[in-house]
């Protein structure tokens, strides 16, 4: 709500904005600087400074601990796009997209009946229960999975008591969609909640009187009401699983090489290489950034119609 | 416990904090017309009655730490790494200043005694290096024992399901001649080294070769071999090899041992034509603080009594051959901790390769891992 809707504004409330204004600049300066100096400099030598090492060591072909930095081109980056690499990369965007849309497909239901279906009373609690595994370890909930997942686990142990021949799904690619889906479902049923609380009701009674079936308002009418928050939700869990490390490497199997451990191998790995290291960081931010830049773009448009 | 959480230990006064803090900003100094990263050399003191070691995982219990307190009133707080690299890159990142006593593999014991890390040992202050086995007592990883003492070794093998594989495997080649009813129920380490070095002693080539086309054969033999994998794991096939959703298993002896007490239709085996012999060695870093404690440990862990215990509970095999007759005979008889010297002649001790052929390793590693 913004303040012209409001009926006649309360002088209470305008006085501060007042006597601010009437102060000198310098010491409205010096207020602003107290109250966002301590977050300013922990961001500037947390983050920009760190951001600006990684950028400058990409720039550097062939750095070890305790080599000299001097940039000299972008050899890093040549090889971060050879075919091997490229693969690596693929298979880490491909895993996070997978990620997302299993996140929404199952997410969005469960949001949908808690925001719109579930009593009112209970909304804080069921809530609380999707929240609540995050409070484990991933680690922990990861080797779950490998219980769950096994050749002899429990997965196959109940549908082979009904006759269904044992899935291999351990090692392959679907175990690692299943164990990251499980570990960031949570991030997409808190933001599509939020989104769908908000939902105009009045909308879909309108949509419903003049005639649309059920699929149409929904596709007409609700959707694009919570496109913003599908939006917010499919990029914040595109964009932690695309730099997650623990499910592929432990149930991934021996073809599960993402960009995340690529990029642990070149520092911590037996031939570390800083320079392709920083230049692999410096292409994940990149991308992480193309996609906050689509949310920006396309979250806010729609949240204005 | 971290070293980040000892900076709010109370024993660390500020003094010692602006100290750290400067030397980690001369970490950032400038050299030439750039600057240096990583090579920050910062010691935290640490009261002499406690001992901070950087070790292995299994390495130490509470019972071995209390009867060194009870020996010497020292305190010993023991943080562990999963690898040699990460170890020393915590050291050179400046994290490590805390640790008087670190425990780096053979390899990494050239590496960082090429890097100037290591103490030279006083051998004046240290007691019963002469009851080591003659083969520790000058090892080809450290001359003479000078900037380490070794303190556990093994080797690098198989273990397998012995009630499935009838009759039992006995070399690498198994792997191959049998992949077809071996799928996916292989696991390697996740290891560059072991896994295409393995291979390239299958081949006939050394651990250490520096002839890049032989790593490429060895590559191509392993890419032969990767729709059996089922995984490359260190550790996670331990649960797996005892439900038998793993067949075999690529694995360190030590790791092994342990399995098979607890799962008797497993066993151990050292291939035919030869793996890595590893030994993990206790070694003092340049920047260790309460040296006097760090030579305390190493000739507690020194004394044929100790190490023939804590050997016995912890199951890895000591190096120390006072200790070894202290064991029992059917420890000492156990071929997968003590293997003949026979089956030990063909191994070999892995060694720092040259840029150019580790990078070589490390090319066809992710290629093996991303394909």
């Not at chain 1, 599960?256 to 191998?265: D, F, P």
């Not at chain 2, 999963?82 to 425990?103: P, V």
């Not at chain 2, 003092?284 to 190493?298: D, V």
Request: hydrophobic residues 45%.
């Amino acid at each position: 709500m913004s303040i012209t809707t409001n009926p006649p504004p309360e002088p209470p409330k305008l006085k501060p904005q007042t006597e601010a204004s009437k102060k000198p600049f310098g010491s409205r300066w010096l207020g602003q600087l107290v109250l966002l100096g301590p977050a300013g400099i922990w961001l500037l030598l947390l983050l920009v400074v760190p951001t600006l090492v990684i950028l400058e060591l990409s720039l550097v072909a062939d750095i070890r601990p305790g080599d000299v930095v001097n940039p000299d081109g972008f050899a890093n980056y040549l090889r971060a796009f050879a075919p091997l690499n490229l693969t690596v990369i693929g298979r880490s965007i491909s895993f996070a997209l997978g990620t997302t849309i299993g996140c929404l497909i199952l997410g969005f239901p469960v949001a949908y009946w808690i925001a719109l279906q579930a009593p009112k009373k209970w909304r804080n609690l069921l809530l609380l229960g999707f929240i609540l595994p995050l409070w484990t370890s991933s680690l922990l909930r990861s080797y779950a999975w490998i219980t769950i997942l096994r050749r002899t686990g429990v997965l196959n142990s109940i549908i082979g008591i009904i006759g269904i021949p044992p899935l291999e799904l351990m090692n392959e690619p679907p175990a690692v969609l299943i164990g990251m889906t499980y570990s960031f479902l949570p991030y997409m049923v808190l933001i599509l909640y939020a989104s769908l609380e908000k939902l105009d009701r009045r909308l879909l009674e309108a949509s419903a009187d003049l005639g649309a079936t059920p699929p149409e308002t929904f596709l007409r009418v609700t959707v694009p009401q919570v496109f913003p928050g599908i939006a917010a939700g499919g990029l914040l869990v595109f964009i932690t699983s695309l730099g997650d490390f623990i499910n592929p490497e432990l149930l991934g199997g021996a073809s599960s090489m993402t960009v995340a451990r690529l990029i642990y191998n070149q520092f911590l790995g037996q031939t570390p290489n800083w320079g392709f290291g920083s230049a692999l960081s410096t292409l994940l931010i990149l991308l992480v950034s193309i996609a906050i830049a689509l949310l920006l773009k396309y979250g806010d448009r729609d949240a204005k119609v | 416990m971290s070293p980040y959480q000892l900076s709010s230990d109370r024993h660390l006064s500020r003094r010692h904090f602006l100290k750290a803090g400067a030397a980690a900003a001369s970490g950032l100094a400038l050299s030439g017309c750039g600057w240096t990263l990583a090579n920050v050399r910062t010691t935290i003191d640490t009261p002499s009655d406690v001992l901070y070691l950087y070790t292995w995982a299994g390495y130490t219990d509470d019972e071995l730490i209390k009867e060194f307190y009870d020996e010497t009133g020292i305190r010993v707080i023991a943080d562990v790494f999963s690898s040699n690299e990460e170890m020393l890159a915590k050291l050179q990142a400046g994290a490590g200043g805390a640790y008087s006593i670190i425990y780096p593999s053979d390899y990494m014991v050239r590496k960082m005694v090429s890097l100037d890390w290591l103490v030279d040992l006083d051998r004046d202050r240290l007691l019963g290096l002469d009851e080591l086995f003659p083969r520790f007592q000058n090892p080809g990883y450290d001359t003479q024992n000078r900037h380490s003492i070794p303190m556990s070794w093994g080797t690098t093998g198989l273990i397998y399901n012995s009630r499935k594989l009838q009759p039992n495997p006995t070399d690498w080649d198994y792997l191959w001649d049998n992949r077809q009813q071996l799928s996916k129920r292989i696991s390697l380490l996740n290891d560059g080294r072991e896994v295409i070095g393995a291979a390239l002693r299958s081949l006939g080539y050394s651990y250490n070769t520096t002839n890049i086309d032989a790593i490429r054969q060895a590559y191509q033999k392993l890419t032969e071999l990767k729709s059996a994998i089922a995984t490359f794991t260190s550790d996670a096939w331990t649960s797996q090899i005892i439900t038998g959703d793993l067949t075999i298993a690529m694995c360190y002896s030590a790791d092994a041992v342990q399995v098979i007490e607890e799962s008797p239709g497993t066993a151990y085996l050292l291939p035919d034509s030869g793996s890595s012999v590893w030994t993990d060695t206790m070694a003092i870093p340049r920047t260790a603080p309460n040296i006097e404690g760090a030579y305390a440990w190493l000739n507690f862990m020194l004394r044929p009594d100790v190490s023939a215990r804590v050997c016995e509970r912890l199951s890895f095999a000591t190096p120390n051959q006072v200790a070894f007759g202290l064991l029992p005979e059917e420890v000492q008889n156990n071929d997968s901790l003590f293997p003949p010297e026979s089956a030990l002649e063909k191994s070999e001790e892995l060694k720092p390769l040259p840029t150019e052929v580790g990078e070589a390793f490390d090319l066809y590693w992710t290629r093996l891992t991303s394909g």
